[in-house]
C-alpha cells in the first residue's frame, strides 16, 4: 500500500514567475525525504475549454509515499518543514488530500 498526498494552492501573487520557481525548488527537494517514492508539482494547465473542474487554484503538488508510516513521518521532517514554510510565505491558502492507494 502507498499513501498520496495532493495539495492545491492558492498563491499570494498567482503569476509571479519568482514565487512559482521558489516553490518548485522547495518541492524538489521533498523527494529526499526517506519513504518518499515520488514528487510531481506544477502550476495549474490552462486547457482554454470549459470545464466541470475546480480551475480557481494555482499550484498543486502530489507526493507519492511508500507507506502511512512514511507519510507519517513526512510533516515533521525538515525538508517538510522548509517547504512548509516557503508555502506560508506565498500562498493565500491551500487544501490538502491523503488516501491510500
Known amino acids: 500500500m502507498t499513501v ?3 495539495v492545491i494552492a492558492w498563491l499570494k ?3 509571479n514567475e519568482a514565487h512559482i520557481a521558489r516553490l518548485t525548488a522547495a518541492c524538489e527537494r ?3 525525504i526517506p519513504g518518499v517514492r515520488e514528487v510531481r508539482f506544477g502550476p495549474r494547465a490552462e486547457l482554454g ?3 466541470p ?3 480557481t487554484f494555482d499550484f498543486g503538488t502530489i507526493v507519492t509515499f511508500d507507506s502511512l508510516q512514511a507519510a507519517r513521518d513526512y510533516g515533521p521532517h525538515p525538508l517538510h518543514v522548509q517547504a512548509a514554510q516557503v508555502n506560508m510565505e506565498l500562498v493565500e491558502r491551500f487544501q490538502s488530500f491523503y488516501f491510500e492507494t
Open 49 to 51: 475549454r470549459p470545464s
Open 4 to 6: 498520496q498526498s495532493v
Open 30 to 32: 521533498l523527494q529526499e
Open 13 to 15: 501573487e498567482p503569476h
Open 53 to 55: 473542474a475546480d480551475d
